[in-house]
């Protein structure tokens, strides 16, 4: 099996990991394939320093997060968070209210309110990642990675309350 | 929605929905890094100079005011002006080199690359301010040639005519130097400092690690 066809089957294996990160950062679903684009470029660029010792998801959490963070792409005008809440849920019936889309639109939704690098942290956290991973990925100190958790748990809970409390 | 549901209801996402990734190993045209655009920048930058040299090269040496012993003077004044181009532009290269080397991964690259951007930075300042001030003689010799013909029909004295505009208008030129570089420089490098900053400042964020 050639090198680009083995990344290609790991990434396709991971491709979740991409499909969340862009839509974490990127708001406009047609920029976001654009994200993974340059996100699946920026891993097959640095593939070679990757060693198989680690994890293939751990090394694809590191880079594509980071991608995301820096990149930069010529400005349409940003929807308003309400915007982009609105365009997530849409096609979701109203009797499903309750049903798994709708919470993790609410998730999504709640993305929107937080920092770029708060955004990192928390996507990680929800993958899993342990903290120790969480700090190694981003360059931060563990305690600073647990202070920051800390404080994006409690904004979460209070944009999801506020989030429900509208739709009552 | 509690809280800590929303980690299992992450967690239950499922990707295969997802579409698979297809071969498409190029770089995105839409989503850049700011190395690539910076890199973009300057290959750009090299051939705009190595062009303007050859055009000024040529049209100077076709003008009037340039001919005869003008010329070789003319030719000392912009072979100095290379020389010291190329001393710049080897600078640039190195600033390629490095930039082209490091990947922004982790928080150590982008500090890297916020500290060789930041003295690239004030090179290319020096730079232009320096290219600007070289250029000046030679385009208001060129464009006292062009208005020395009105000036003859007009019957106009160029001394006096000089020494009234002369003080506003070099600086008028040099304002609009002034501001044609730092818009220039804002808007090819200053703009990815300015976004990484914004980035390790958030990262660098004095936290309270006792909470």
Same mark, same amino acid.
Request: proline content about 0%.
């Given at each position: 099996m050639s090198k680009e066809q083995s990344f290609l089957d790991q990434i396709n294996q991971h491709r979740g990991i991409l499909y969340k990160i862009a839509r974490i950062y990127v708001d406009d679903p047609e920029d976001r394939a654009d994200l993974i684009q340059e996100m699946t470029y920026q891993v097959?660029? #640095?593939y070679d320093s990757f060693k198989s010792q680690s994890l293939f998801s751990t090394y694809l959490y590191r880079i594509c997060l980071n991608t995301a963070i820096l990149s930069f792409k010529k400005e349409k005008r940003r929807m308003t968070t309400e915007e982009s809440f609105y365009i997530?849920?849409?096609h979701i019936l109203q009797d499903d209210e309750n049903s798994k889309e709708i919470q993790l639109s609410k998730i999504y939704y709640a993305f929107k309110h937080l920092?770029?690098?708060e955004k990192a942290i928390l996507f990680q956290y929800l993958e899993g990642l342990p903290h120790s991973d969480i700090s190694r990925n981003l360059g931060l100190s563990e305690v600073n990675v647990r202070v920051r958790f800390h404080r994006i748990k409690e904004k979460i809970k209070s944009i999801? #309350?506020?989030?429900?409390?509208n739709e009552n | 929605m509690k809280i800590d549901n929303i980690q299992e209801i992450w967690q239950s996402e499922s990707n295969n929905q997802d579409q698979p990734i297809l071969n498409q190993l190029s770089a995105s045209e839409k989503f850049q890094n700011p190395i690539r655009k910076i890199k973009r920048n300057m290959i750009f930058e090299f051939v705009c100079y190595l062009l303007s040299f050859f055009l000024i090269l040529k049209v100077v040496a076709r003008n009037e005011?340039?001919?005869n012993e003008k010329l070789s003077n /003319? /030719?000392?004044v912009f072979a100095v002006q290379g020389m010291v181009c190329l001393a710049f532009f080897y600078q640039f290269y190195l600033f390629y080199k490095t930039i082209s080397k490091?990947?922004?991964?982790t928080l150590k690259n982008l500090v890297i690359?916020? /500290?060789e951007l930041k003295i690239a930075l004030h090179i290319y300042r020096i730079y232009c301010y320096l290219f600007a001030i070289i250029a000046l003689p030679i385009i208001l010799v060129i464009l006292f040639q062009i208005g020395q013909i009105s000036f003859e029909i007009n019957n106009i004295d160029i001394v006096k005519w000089l020494v009234s505009i002369a003080p506003s208008g070099i600086l008028i030129t040099f304002f609009f130097i002034f501001l044609f570089t730092e818009l220039y420089l804002y808007t090819s490098y200053g703009i990815y400092i300015k976004r990484v900053d914004k980035i390790l400042k958030e990262m660098e964020d004095q936290v309270d690690e006792n909470v």
């Open positions: 097959w660029r #640095s997530e849920t849409e920092t770029e690098i999801i #309350s506020k989030t429900e409390e | 005011a340039f001919l /003319y /030719y000392i490091v990947q922004l991964t690359f916020r /500290y």
